[in-house]
Protein backbone atom coordinates (compact mmCIF):
# COMPACT_ATOMS: atom_id res chain seq x y z
CA UNK A 1 0.00 0.00 0.00
CA UNK A 2 1.26 3.63 -0.75
CA UNK A 3 1.89 5.29 2.55
CA UNK A 4 1.32 8.43 0.66
CA UNK A 5 -2.04 8.45 -0.23
CA UNK A 6 -4.08 10.43 2.43
CA UNK A 7 -6.21 8.23 4.47
CA UNK A 8 -9.84 8.03 3.45
CA UNK A 9 -11.70 9.94 6.42
CA UNK A 10 -12.88 13.52 7.01
CA UNK A 11 -11.21 15.35 9.75
CA UNK A 12 -14.19 17.88 11.43
CA UNK A 13 -12.60 20.25 14.07
CA UNK A 14 -14.66 22.38 15.57
CA UNK A 15 -13.47 25.88 16.91
CA UNK A 16 -13.65 29.53 18.33
CA UNK A 17 -9.66 31.64 18.33
CA UNK A 18 -7.59 28.34 18.46
CA UNK A 19 -4.79 30.01 17.26
CA UNK A 20 -2.88 28.85 19.74
CA UNK A 21 -3.36 25.50 19.31
CA UNK A 22 -5.00 24.57 16.00
CA UNK A 23 -1.35 23.96 13.43
CA UNK A 24 -0.49 21.79 16.16
CA UNK A 25 -3.58 20.07 15.60
CA UNK A 26 -3.92 20.03 12.23
CA UNK A 27 -0.18 18.99 11.97
CA UNK A 28 -0.44 15.89 13.22
CA UNK A 29 -3.28 14.45 11.36
CA UNK A 30 -2.28 16.14 8.09
CA UNK A 31 -2.80 12.48 6.10
CA UNK A 32 -6.79 13.00 6.46
CA UNK A 33 -7.99 13.38 2.77
CA UNK A 34 -10.46 15.82 3.76
CA UNK A 35 -10.44 18.30 6.79
CA UNK A 36 -13.68 20.66 7.77
CA UNK A 37 -13.06 23.71 10.02
CA UNK A 38 -16.59 24.62 11.92
CA UNK A 39 -15.76 27.84 13.26
CA UNK A 40 -17.54 29.98 15.69
CA UNK A 41 -16.47 34.19 14.41
CA UNK A 42 -12.81 33.57 15.07
CA UNK A 43 -10.90 36.93 15.24
CA UNK A 44 -7.59 35.73 15.54
CA UNK A 45 -5.89 34.01 12.97
CA UNK A 46 -7.11 30.72 13.54
CA UNK A 47 -8.89 30.57 9.62
CA UNK A 48 -5.64 31.95 8.27
CA UNK A 49 -3.64 28.88 9.86
CA UNK A 50 -6.22 26.39 8.96
CA UNK A 51 -6.80 27.79 4.95
CA UNK A 52 -2.73 26.62 4.92
CA UNK A 53 -3.59 23.52 5.71
CA UNK A 54 -6.88 23.39 2.86
CA UNK A 55 -8.63 22.96 5.24
CA UNK A 56 -12.76 23.87 4.14
CA UNK A 57 -13.99 26.25 6.69
CA UNK A 58 -17.36 26.63 7.53
CA UNK A 59 -18.89 29.06 9.69
CA UNK A 60 -21.71 27.66 12.46
CA UNK A 61 -24.08 30.34 14.08
CA UNK A 62 -25.10 29.60 17.32
CA UNK A 63 -29.25 30.59 18.16
CA UNK A 64 -29.17 28.71 21.65
CA UNK A 65 -30.30 25.38 22.78
CA UNK A 66 -30.59 22.31 20.18
CA UNK A 67 -28.03 21.55 17.87
CA UNK A 68 -24.87 22.54 19.12
CA UNK A 69 -22.19 22.82 16.69
CA UNK A 70 -20.50 19.13 16.13
CA UNK A 71 -24.02 17.83 15.97
CA UNK A 72 -24.58 20.51 13.65
CA UNK A 73 -21.98 19.94 11.29
CA UNK A 74 -22.94 15.81 11.35
CA UNK A 75 -26.20 17.12 9.83
CA UNK A 76 -25.45 19.54 7.64
CA UNK A 77 -22.09 19.22 5.98
CA UNK A 78 -21.38 16.66 2.82
CA UNK A 79 -18.78 14.93 3.56
CA UNK A 80 -16.57 13.11 1.04
CA UNK A 81 -15.66 9.90 2.99
CA UNK A 82 -17.97 7.50 5.08
CA UNK A 83 -15.48 7.69 8.15
CA UNK A 84 -15.40 11.04 10.36
CA UNK A 85 -12.88 11.92 12.38
CA UNK A 86 -13.72 14.74 15.10
CA UNK A 87 -10.97 16.50 16.77
CA UNK A 88 -11.05 19.71 19.06
CA UNK A 89 -8.41 22.54 18.01
CA UNK A 90 -6.16 21.18 21.43
CA UNK A 91 -6.21 17.87 20.63
CA UNK A 92 -3.43 15.64 18.85
CA UNK A 93 -2.66 12.08 17.46
CA UNK A 94 0.45 10.64 17.63
CA UNK A 95 2.21 9.47 14.11
CA UNK A 96 1.53 5.66 14.83
CA UNK A 97 -2.36 6.85 14.61
CA UNK A 98 -1.84 6.85 10.98
CA UNK A 99 -1.72 3.50 9.98
CA UNK A 100 -4.08 2.34 12.42
CA UNK A 101 -7.20 4.10 11.03
CA UNK A 102 -5.78 3.85 7.61
CA UNK A 103 -5.76 0.01 8.28
CA UNK A 104 -9.61 0.44 9.78
CA UNK A 105 -11.15 2.30 7.58
CA UNK A 106 -10.03 0.49 4.46
CA UNK A 107 -10.59 -3.09 5.32
CA UNK A 108 -13.97 -4.28 3.77
CA UNK A 109 -14.47 -7.08 6.19
CA UNK A 110 -14.71 -4.48 9.31
CA UNK A 111 -17.77 -4.46 10.72
CA UNK A 112 -17.77 -2.24 13.65
CA UNK A 113 -19.44 1.64 13.03
CA UNK A 114 -17.19 3.41 14.96
CA UNK A 115 -13.64 3.58 17.29
CA UNK A 116 -13.35 4.95 20.81
CA UNK A 117 -9.59 6.49 21.56
CA UNK A 118 -8.17 6.99 25.20
CA UNK A 119 -7.31 11.04 25.87
CA UNK A 120 -4.39 12.11 28.21
CA UNK A 121 -4.80 15.29 29.86
CA UNK A 122 -1.59 17.79 29.93
CA UNK A 123 -1.88 20.23 32.51
CA UNK A 124 0.38 22.89 33.09
CA UNK A 125 3.16 21.66 30.78
CA UNK A 126 3.26 17.77 31.54
CA UNK A 127 0.92 14.89 30.60
CA UNK A 128 -0.97 13.60 33.45
CA UNK A 129 -0.42 10.01 33.82
CA UNK A 130 -3.02 9.10 36.72
CA UNK A 131 -5.60 12.04 36.69
CA UNK A 132 -8.58 11.57 34.33
CA UNK A 133 -6.45 8.85 32.79
CA UNK A 134 -8.14 6.83 31.08
CA UNK A 135 -10.35 9.40 29.22
CA UNK A 136 -12.30 7.33 26.81
CA UNK A 137 -14.25 9.16 23.98
CA UNK A 138 -15.65 7.97 20.70
CA UNK A 139 -14.39 10.03 17.81
CA UNK A 140 -14.04 7.77 14.89
CA UNK A 141 -17.35 6.58 13.24
CA UNK A 142 -19.33 6.26 10.18
CA UNK A 143 -20.54 9.87 10.15
CA UNK A 144 -24.33 8.47 9.02
CA UNK A 145 -24.30 6.30 12.12
CA UNK A 146 -23.60 8.39 14.77
CA UNK A 147 -24.55 11.47 16.71
CA UNK A 148 -23.96 12.90 20.16
CA UNK A 149 -26.85 12.41 22.56
CA UNK A 150 -28.79 15.10 23.86
CA UNK A 151 -29.04 15.34 27.48
CA UNK A 152 -30.84 17.90 28.32
CA UNK A 153 -33.13 20.30 26.59
CA UNK A 154 -32.72 23.63 28.47
CA UNK A 155 -30.51 26.47 28.05
CA UNK A 156 -27.08 25.88 29.90
CA UNK A 157 -24.96 28.72 29.08
CA UNK A 158 -22.01 26.62 28.63
CA UNK A 159 -21.13 27.52 24.79
CA UNK A 160 -22.09 26.35 21.74
CA UNK A 161 -19.91 22.89 21.80
CA UNK A 162 -21.48 20.07 23.04
CA UNK A 163 -19.13 19.59 26.41
CA UNK A 164 -19.74 15.95 28.29
CA UNK A 165 -22.43 14.56 25.67
CA UNK A 166 -20.70 11.69 24.11
CA UNK A 167 -21.44 10.04 19.95
CA UNK A 168 -23.66 7.08 20.01
CA UNK A 169 -23.37 5.07 17.24
CA UNK A 170 -25.69 2.22 15.55
CA UNK A 171 -23.82 -0.85 15.77
CA UNK A 172 -20.57 -2.80 17.60
CA UNK A 173 -18.15 0.09 18.53
CA UNK A 174 -14.32 -1.02 19.08
CA UNK A 175 -10.91 0.54 20.40
CA UNK A 176 -7.97 2.11 19.07
CA UNK A 177 -4.46 1.41 20.55
CA UNK A 178 -3.50 5.41 19.82
CA UNK A 179 -3.89 7.93 22.75
CA UNK A 180 -4.72 10.77 22.29
CA UNK A 181 -2.86 14.12 23.96
CA UNK A 182 -5.40 16.97 25.12
CA UNK A 183 -3.53 20.26 26.01
CA UNK A 184 -6.53 21.79 26.96
CA UNK A 185 -5.36 23.76 30.18
CA UNK A 186 -1.98 24.97 29.37
CA UNK A 187 -2.51 27.64 32.49
CA UNK A 188 -4.53 27.57 35.82
CA UNK A 189 -6.44 30.47 33.87
CA UNK A 190 -7.61 28.71 31.55
CA UNK A 191 -8.90 26.10 33.35
CA UNK A 192 -11.13 28.12 35.84
CA UNK A 193 -12.26 30.24 32.75
CA UNK A 194 -13.79 26.57 31.14
CA UNK A 195 -14.68 25.03 34.13
CA UNK A 196 -17.24 27.91 35.12
CA UNK A 197 -18.71 27.65 32.11
CA UNK A 198 -18.91 23.49 31.88
CA UNK A 199 -20.30 24.24 35.55
CA UNK A 200 -23.20 25.56 34.17
CA UNK A 201 -23.93 22.39 32.26
CA UNK A 202 -23.65 20.48 34.93
CA UNK A 203 -26.41 22.41 37.43
CA UNK A 204 -29.04 22.55 35.12
CA UNK A 205 -28.30 18.60 34.26
CA UNK A 206 -28.29 17.88 38.36
CA UNK A 207 -31.65 20.41 38.34
CA UNK A 208 -33.51 18.64 35.91
CA UNK A 209 -32.86 15.62 37.47
CA UNK A 210 -33.19 13.50 34.22
CA UNK A 211 -31.62 9.85 33.91
CA UNK A 212 -28.89 10.30 31.70
CA UNK A 213 -29.39 8.27 28.46
CA UNK A 214 -28.02 4.60 28.41
CA UNK A 215 -27.08 4.34 24.96
CA UNK A 216 -22.81 4.57 25.71
CA UNK A 217 -21.31 1.09 24.13
CA UNK A 218 -17.99 1.66 26.04
CA UNK A 219 -18.70 -0.16 29.44
CA UNK A 220 -16.09 2.57 31.40
CA UNK A 221 -17.98 5.44 30.23
CA UNK A 222 -21.39 3.87 30.87
CA UNK A 223 -20.29 2.97 34.90
CA UNK A 224 -18.72 6.18 34.93
CA UNK A 225 -22.43 8.02 34.59
CA UNK A 226 -23.85 5.69 36.76
CA UNK A 227 -21.59 6.77 39.12
CA UNK A 228 -22.01 9.91 38.77
CA UNK A 229 -25.58 10.06 39.66
CA UNK A 230 -25.14 8.55 42.92
CA UNK A 231 -22.89 10.78 43.09
CA UNK A 232 -24.88 13.57 43.08
CA UNK A 233 -26.44 12.78 45.68
CA UNK A 234 -23.62 12.36 48.37
CA UNK A 235 -22.80 15.53 50.89
CA UNK A 236 -18.93 16.85 50.62
CA UNK A 237 -18.92 17.01 46.88
CA UNK A 238 -16.25 18.94 45.82
CA UNK A 239 -13.67 17.12 48.92
CA UNK A 240 -14.91 13.75 47.70
CA UNK A 241 -14.41 15.53 44.16
CA UNK A 242 -10.56 16.72 45.16
CA UNK A 243 -10.20 12.62 46.68
CA UNK A 244 -11.45 10.99 43.81
CA UNK A 245 -9.01 12.78 41.35
CA UNK A 246 -5.82 12.86 44.08
CA UNK A 247 -6.08 9.41 45.99
CA UNK A 248 -8.27 6.93 43.39
CA UNK A 249 -7.29 7.96 40.49
CA UNK A 250 -3.63 8.41 41.77
CA UNK A 251 -3.31 11.91 40.70
CA UNK A 252 -0.25 12.75 43.49
CA UNK A 253 1.64 10.29 41.53
CA UNK A 254 1.53 13.20 38.35
CA UNK A 255 3.42 15.57 41.25
CA UNK A 256 2.26 19.67 41.50
CA UNK A 257 0.09 19.30 38.50
CA UNK A 258 -1.82 16.40 39.92
CA UNK A 259 -2.33 18.20 42.89
CA UNK A 260 -3.56 21.33 41.33
CA UNK A 261 -5.79 19.58 38.84
CA UNK A 262 -6.92 17.55 41.97
CA UNK A 263 -7.79 21.00 43.88
CA UNK A 264 -9.45 22.85 40.62
CA UNK A 265 -12.13 19.77 40.20
CA UNK A 266 -13.07 20.28 43.99
CA UNK A 267 -13.62 23.93 42.85
CA UNK A 268 -15.14 22.93 39.57
CA UNK A 269 -17.66 20.58 42.29
CA UNK A 270 -18.08 23.33 44.54
CA UNK A 271 -19.14 25.90 41.54
CA UNK A 272 -21.60 22.86 40.16
CA UNK A 273 -23.59 22.29 43.82
CA UNK A 274 -23.43 26.13 44.30
CA UNK A 275 -24.95 26.99 40.74
CA UNK A 276 -27.80 24.20 40.96
CA UNK A 277 -29.35 25.18 44.24
CA UNK A 278 -29.18 28.68 42.37
CA UNK A 279 -30.29 28.09 39.50
CA UNK A 280 -33.17 26.10 41.34
CA UNK A 281 -34.47 28.89 43.00
CA UNK A 282 -34.94 30.36 39.34
CA UNK A 283 -36.95 29.63 36.24
CA UNK A 284 -35.01 28.08 33.13
CA UNK A 285 -36.87 27.22 30.26
CA UNK A 286 -36.28 24.63 27.28
CA UNK A 287 -35.24 26.73 24.24
Known amino acids: MNQNINVPITLLIPCKNEEANIERC????????????????????????????????VQFHYEGGWPKKKNWALENIQFCNDWVLILDADETLPPETEQEIRSIVTNPENNHSGYWINRRYFFLGKPLKYAYFPNWN??????????????????????DHEIHEHVVVQGSTGRLKSIMDHHAFPTIESFV???????????????????????IQHKDVKLKRKLRMVFRKLPFRPTLRFLYVYIWQKGFLDGWPGYVFARLHGQYEFLSVAKMKDFSKSKIEPR
Open 26 to 57: LKSVSWASEIFVVDSQSTDKTLKIAQEFDAKI
Open 138 to 159: LRLFKHKLGRYEKITDLATNSG
Open 193 to 215: EKHNRYSNWEAIVEREQKEEADL
